[in-house]
């Protein structure tokens, strides 16, 4: 299995027979990293809720505008917006190689609501949980949220190891500039090295296979 991060929280997951989006927001959007000529295919769009760090209009249209019966799977909340805009095929349901959980968003309390979430296992091997700390169960390849106004690094690390995954893909670190992410991929992944746990020192629109 490949997989791509493309700034953020999107990861693009490709398999011999699939291929799926995760949580295509703007940053990952406005990078320019990302261009739908490489894809061959996409079976899936999953979209953890509908915060435009994770669910951009635009990113999701040009996706649609190639794949157009691409079915994008999501919480109730953010698939009544994007029914609103005209998306059909929106399911909120668990189906094929998507494995929705349930786990709450963190708070973001006092500076604003906090939205529905959905976790995700896809294809039985890789674990996106939107922006939760609070889950109990990972499968092999853990998409780790490292930063954001609701968490931080130490919330992040702890909770890797308590469910002890085999390889951890950091993700949700837009917030932080080159050098301190570059400082801090190279402490963790030191740090995870020790509990036999595979950090992956990601690079924007480079894949690497797990």
């Given at each position: 299995?490949?997989?791509?991060k493309?700034?953020h929280?999107?990861?693009l ?13 703007i ?87 906090t939205?529905?979430n ?13 922006d939760?700390?609070h ?24 909770l890797?190891?308590?469910l ?8 949700h ?37 797990v």
């Amino acid at each position: 299995m490949k997989i791509t991060k493309y700034v953020h929280s999107c990861l693009l997951i490709e398999d011999a027979d699939y291929t799926a989006i995760i949580d295509p927001g703007i940053f990952s959007w406005d990078s320019g990293l990302f261009n739908t000529e490489i894809l061959a295919r996409l079976d899936d769009i999953i979209i953890t809720h509908e915060h435009p760090d994770h669910m951009a209009l635009p990113f999701i249209q040009a996706l649609r505008a190639k794949f157009p019966n691409v079915e994008i799977t999501t919480t109730p909340a953010a698939a009544a917006i994007l029914t609103q805009q005209g998306l059909e095929n929106v399911t909120t349901m668990s189906h094929g190689k998507v494995e929705l959980f349930a786990t709450a968003h963190e708070s973001n309390a006092p500076l604003g609501e906090t939205p529905q979430n959905t976790g995700v296992h896809l294809a039985g091997i890789v674990t996106h949980p939107g922006d939760s700390h609070h889950f109990t169960e990972t499968k092999a390849v853990l998409a780790l949220p490292v930063t954001g106004p609701w968490g931080s690094v130490m919330a992040a690390a702890q909770l890797a190891l308590d469910l002890k995954p085999r390889v951890i893909v950091p993700i949700h670190d837009w917030h932080w500039n080159d050098s301190a992410r570059q400082q801090l991929y190279e402490r963790l992944a030191a740090f995870f090295a020790e509990h036999d746990i595979t950090f992956v020192k990601t690079q924007d629109g480079v894949g690497f296979e797990v």
